[in-house]
Every structure is written in structure tokens, then in C-alpha cells.
């Protein structure tokens, strides 16, 4: 398998930060590059060498600090990318932005617009559960005999279908969305986990994200898929720093889903129980293993309980009611 050397440039202040939510969005190992670590090493070194090899002292010490990763270069790497890209987008709307610095990315071999084109290569038809069908736009390939077909072009947003967490959390949303169902979709990317819901009975449903380009996919990928605009609305805005957004949705939705990370998840508690109705469904997603006992103490916490956990290649999926 190839890969790709992808790295971020930050700040010093930042380096922890940004690593802990890298492993968020489920990277395993990184590099990291601290000039400051040189200085530290020479100072506090220890055994009879003193020998450096030439050259290595510029190496260590140049540019600013930075993390690197490693993507594979197939379907699985195409949405790492697009996490990594709203990751960075996410930290340079903080209010402590400026503690990451410049947050370029740069890939090894690979240009920019490669990555916004390449990536399609790996995006084939393929069903979920059994009722639906994800395809491309781009391909035209006959769904199988039965199912639904949900027609998505990502761009830039995360959704594509392929990631694992996407692939759980579809495949809980045929368990438990009814005819007549009102969704709401939390982080919704591209909007696939919303207009999947509609195509399997729901009767509206509501997608936010804190990316303009999101909303917008959504948008677009739910008019692909002839689901009125009256019956689909999307929002862009961030409802844990705005209360008046966050209130604004409303509430007693029968299916809520949130494909995002487990910090945010947490965060969201209380504002999963004000938007699910008694006796509504809580989906999850976008937990790695390592944190999921984290994720749903939190969410026992606030009352809500555990139904099912789904768990494929180091992913977790959660269904919960109220």
C-alpha cells in the first residue's frame, strides 16, 4: 500500500492540542517536530558521546513545529484527508487560533488539487444494511434490486460513505428511522446520514455543521436525491458558543445522529437530551475504542440510555434513547 507524508504546521503552544485531536479523529502515531527539542537534548544529554553528524544540528533545529501523519493512499485515506482539512478549519475559528499559528498543510509528493480530485478514484457503488445503495454521482452502476439509492458527491465535506463511521451509523439509521420521523442531523458533512434517513421514511429533517462548504453540500447532495427543500433545511453555526442557534432548532426530534469526535460529543450532552423527544433515538459516531466508555458514562450522566454498541476497525457507534 502507498502512503502519503502529510504534515501541519503549528506552534509550540499548540503541539499537544492538535496531536489529542488527531487522535480524535482516529491516527494512531504522528511525528512531531519541535525545534526547542534539540536545545533540550544537548542540554541535558547524558553517556561520553559527542559526536554529531553534520548537518543533523540545521535539521533538528529549522522551520517552525509541526505534526506529521501518514494517509494511505486508498477509500479509507481520501476521508482521513477531508478530517484532517475540517479539523484545521475547526481550530482556525477558535478564539484561541492564534496559538496554532499558521496550521499549513503539505503533502509529501502530492499536490493540492490532487487531493480534491484523486480521491474519487477509490469512490465506488456500494449498499449499506439492507436497503440502501450509496453511489457516486459520477458513477452509474444499477443498485441492487431493493434498495434505495442515495446519490453523494462529498467535495470538500466528510460523508462519502466509506469511512466506518459513517458506514455504523447508516446502518443503525435503518433500524430506527420510522415513517413520518423528524431528524436531526449534528455535524452533518456532506449531509449523508440526513438524506439517508429521508430515503428510508423520514419525513423532514434539519442538518447543521460549522462549515458554510457543509451546509451547502448537503444542500446539493439532498436536491440530487429529489428531497424537497421545505422537508430538508441546513444551518451553518456552531450551537455550543451560540445559544440563540442552539435553541432555534427546536426539539422533540424522533432521530438525532452526530457523526463527529468524542470531545464535542461530550460537550453536546445536554444538548442531545433538549433536542431528542421522549422515547427518541441518540445515534453516535466518530468514537475511537479508547474513548468510548468515556462517551457514554457522559451520556448516562444526562439520563440517556445505551441500546447498542457497533464497533468495526477500531470505531465506535452508539445507539442510545431518552
Known amino acids: 500500500m502507498n502512503w502519503t507524508e502529510v ?26 517536530h519541535d525545534p526547542d527539542d534539540f536545545d533540550e537534548l544537548m542540554a541535558g544529554k547524558v553517556g561520553h558521546w559527542d ?12 522551520g517552525k513545529p509541526s505534526v506529521t501523519v501518514y494517509i494511505p493512499e486508498n477509500a479509507q485515506g481520501a476521508e482521513q484527508m477531508i478530517a484532517v482539512k475540517e479539523l484545521i478549519a475547526q481550530l482556525k475559528q477558535r478564539e484561541d487560533a492564534a496559538m496554532f499559528g499558521s496550521l499549513s498543510l503539505t503533502g509529501k509528493g502530492l499536490k493540492e ?10 469512490f465506488h457503488p456500494f449498499a449499506i444494511g439492507e436497503r440502501l445503495w450509496i453511489t457516486p454521482t459520477w458513477e452509474n452502476v444499477p443498485a441492487e434490486s431493493g434498495r434505495k439509492v442515495l446519490q453523494i458527491d462529498p467535495g470538500s465535506s466528510f460523508g462519502s460513505g466509506q469511512h466506518d463511521t459513517t458506514r455504523l451509523c447508516l446502518g443503525l439509521l435503518e433500524g430506527c428511522v420510522n415513517d413520518g420521523a423528524k431528524v436531526l442531523d449534528i455535524g452533518c458533512g456532506s449531509g449523508i446520514l440526513s438524506i439517508g434517513a429521508m430515503l428510508l421514511g423520514a419525513e423532514s429533517a434539519l442538518a447543521i455543521d460549522i462549515e458554510q462548504n457543509a451546509a451547502d453540500s448537503a444542500a446539493e447532495n439532498a436536491a440530487l436525491n429529489g428531497i424537497p427543500t421545505e422537508k430538508y433545511k441546513t444551518l451553518c453555526g456552531d450551537i455550543l458558543e451560540d445559544d440563540a442557534l442552539a435553541e432555534s432548532l427546536g426539539k422533540d426530534y424522533d432521530v438525532v445522529c452526530a457523526n463527529i469526535v468524542a470531545d464535542i460529543l461530550i460537550a453536546m450532552r445536554e444538548l442531545f437530551v433538549r433536542y431528542v423527544k421522549g422515547g ?17 458514562d457522559a451520556m448516562k450522566e444526562v439520563g440517556l440510555s445505551v441500546d447498542s454498541v457497533d464497533l468495526s476497525a477500531g470505531w465506535a457507534a452508539v445507539r442510545l434513547h431518552k
Open 7 to 32: 504534515t501541519i504546521e503549528t506552534e509550540k503552544a499548540g503541539l499537544d492540542v492538535l496531536c489529542a485531536m488527531l487522535t480524535d479523529i482516529g491516527f494512531k502515531g504522528f511525528s512531531i
Open 113 to 122: 488539487e490532487d487531493w480534491a480530485n484523486n480521491w474519487k478514484k477509490y
Open 51 to 62: 559526536y554529531l553528524e553534520e548537518g543533523l544540528a540545521e535539521v533538528l533545529t529549522a
Open 280 to 296: 427518541g433515538v441518540l445515534l453516535l459516531s466518530g468514537i475511537i475504542e479508547e474513548r468510548l466508555e468515556e462517551v457514554l
